[in-house]
């Protein structure tokens, strides 16, 4: 297994990229501390993983909160034995207006947990990578850093200068052998796109398969990557075949569109 014997935190746990991520972890032989808002949202992805074999921790966490970052990273140490793998899934989607309809409280409210919280996790989890001589951050980004969209202005930003912090990281880690990267997926197959297709079909007058299909049609495969599939390139980052590899953003998005 190409992560056997290695730890992994993964932010932002869910029903879908977070599950998916963990499991393709956990598949390959890594250990996994988990860390949600929720801890329901943990058990069952919890149990999906000691299924697997291996061994996991849930920890109840705002990224935000910097006592929260330091005890989950102290945890993932002190109970599974190391830290190898940090996966920055949480994320705030923003506030879906303008920017001249937006309250700038609003904006800072999406770069808190996009920017200042993903880096108050990395920093909080920096001294156990520094532990490893080959360790590995993986950013979840969008691809609305490239593809710009009204009303997606707050999440964009923040999801752009994380963008830059990421090769920043690279930069200034890869002393440590720290390796700093991040997917930029497009469009991912799962519940909220499920409603986001349905609400556009109500509002046009079409219906869901229509809508579906225009969305597919902008993808080179025609098609829309479920969540499973895009946990394949951060299984990819943190595995041993990205030894070289730092600094990067892989677009993971069908074909969408190319940097």
Not at 46 to 63: H, K, M, N, S
Not at 100 to 115: G, I, M, P, Y
Not at 180 to 207: C, F
């Amino acid at each position: 297994m190409l992560l056997e014997g290695k730890v992994a935190i993964v932010s932002g746990l869910g029903p879908g990229m977070g599950r998916d991520i963990s499991l393709a972890l956990a598949q390959e032989g890594a250990d996994i501390a988990m860390a949600a808002r929720r801890e329901k949202r943990m058990a069952r992805v919890a149990e999906e993983i000691e299924a697997l074999g291996r061994r996991c921790i849930q920890v109840p966490t705002d990224i935000t909160n910097v006592a929260d970052c330091e005890n989950l990273t102290r945890r993932a140490n002190d109970e599974l034995g190391r830290v190898d793998i940090l996966v920055n899934n949480a994320f705030q989607d923003g506030n879906y207006k303008t920017f001249e309809d937006s309250d700038l409280d609003e904006w800072r409210a999406t770069f808190d947990v996009n920017l200042w919280g993903t880096l108050q996790l990395t920093k909080a989890a920096l001294p156990y990578l520094k532990e490893q001589d080959d360790s590995r951050i993986v950013m979840i980004n969008t691809m609305s850093t490239q593809k710009i969209e009204a009303n997606a202005g707050a999440y964009a930003a923040s999801k752009g200068a994380l963008a830059t912090a990421t090769k920043t990281l690279a930069r200034e880690l890869g002393g440590y052998g720290v390796r700093v990267n991040a997917v930029h997926p497009g469009y991912i197959w799962g519940r909220s796109v499920e409603w986001y297709l349905n609400y556009l079909a109500e509002e046009r007058g079409t219906d869901f398969d229509t809508e579906y299909k225009r969305v597919a049609e902008q993808t080179s495969l025609g098609y829309i990557p479920p969540s499973s599939e895009i946990a394949g390139a951060v299984v990819f980052f943190a595995s041993p075949l990205a030894k070289p590899i730092t600094g990067q953003a892989l677009s993971v998005n069908g074909g969408q569109w190319f940097h």
